[in-house]
């Protein structure tokens, strides 16, 4: 067991190298991300799934990601929710702080962060980690004070040592805690490093992968609608 979850945290570390690096946003995704939100329907609530590769569904069709599947299940249940796909390859957490602002100007009313991964990645500072997304979050309450909070969890590399992924890991409790937010343990949680999972690259999932991801969150995530 220990060294399956060795090899999910070294794929996710070795994973995110694969995305888009940089933390600029191009027009075309704005503008994909604005044709998305306006496509919405006006008389459902809408759920803003605002994260990285693993929101974009990277390498795969996004119509068979994570987001588009929790679609289908929110009208399985008859839910009047929209499902609005913000995953942006390559994002962190300060990329995330700076893009929020353009993503918030349509109302939201349940917000799903999954961010912090490619912070681990390039070793960045957990405190500021931690700070980046408390100000995330920050700026959708403000906008939003009755907006739903969701919090997707994630693990650091272990070559970063115990003191890191410890402190790395205990962002997501403390968020949680901070905001009364609903947490999603581990995101990737029977994922990673499962190579029938995954695509050809052997670390994002595929389409099998994201039907296992979207139950993950859909445990969370109904539990707030």
């Known amino acids: 067991m220990k060294a399956i979850k060795l090899l999910l945290i070294l794929a996710i570390s070795f994973g995110f190298s694969f995305c888009k690096q940089g933390n600029e946003v191009s027009e075309k995704t704005k503008t994909n991300e604005t044709v998305a939100i306006n496509k919405s329907n006006e008389s459902a609530k809408k759920i803003l799934f605002f994260g990285n590769s693993l929101t974009a569904a990277y390498g795969i069709d996004p119509k068979d990601g994570y987001v588009a599947l929790i679609q289908q299940k929110l009208q399985n249940e008859h839910l009047d929710y ?4 913000a995953g942006l ?5 300060a990329g995330g702080l700076e893009r929020i602002d353009w993503l918030i100007k349509q109302p939201i009313d349940i917000f799903v962060l999954e961010l912090g991964g490619n912070d681990a990645l390039r070793g960045i500072d957990p405190k500021s980690s931690y700070q980046n997304l408390k100000g995330i979050i920050e ?4 906008k939003y004070p009755s907006v739903k909070i969701v ?3 994630m693990q650091a590399p272990p070559n970063m040592g115990k003191t890191y992924t ?3 890991k205990s962002n997501y409790n403390k968020l949680s805690k901070e905001f009364n937010a609903a947490l999603i343990p581990f995101l990737l949680e029977n994922i990673g490093g499962i190579k029938e999972l995954n695509i050809k690259d052997g670390i994002h999932p595929n389409e099998k992968g994201q039907i296992i991801m979207a139950d993950n969150v859909w445990k969370v995530l109904k539990t707030v609608l």
């Open 82 to 85: 929209k499902a609005i796909n």
């Open 89 to 93: 390859s390559g994002e962190t957490s």
């Open 151 to 153: 919090i997707a969890g």
């Open 139 to 142: 700026k959708v309450k403000q």
């Open 166 to 168: 410890e402190a790395f």
